[in-house]
């Protein structure tokens, strides 16, 4: 019951670290992966690769791969609608929190 206890209130900007030089390198991974300006764009495949010469995504050997570089989507991330780093941390948070 005391580690439930301890789930509900949890936030990851809190958590213990032994070394920390670890917390910049968690933060990160968790901003990775719980940004949804990272995720592709949603496709719809219909009979055309490119919609007046512009491609409508790109791929590599992979799959698909993001318009746009981690850099830009922090340049203009205030002025778009996706969360900040830390909406996204709350999101986390909620997600560890259950």
Request: hydrophobic content about 40%; proline content about 5%; charged content about 30%.
């Amino acid at each position: 019951k005391s580690m439930l206890d301890q789930m509900s209130h949890f936030d990851i900007r809190n958590a213990k670290c032994t070394l920390e030089s670890d917390r910049r390198i968690i933060m990160e991974q968790v901003l990775s992966l719980f940004d949804e300006a990272l995720e592709p764009p949603l496709s719809v495949t219909f009979d055309a690769s490119e919609v007046s010469g512009i491609p409508i995504y790109m791929k590599d050997e992979e799959g698909s791969i993001p318009l746009i570089s981690r850099d830009a989507i922090a340049e203009i991330r205030e002025i778009t609608s996706y969360p900040t780093h830390d909406e996204i941390i709350d999101q986390f948070n909620a997600f560890v929190r259950g």
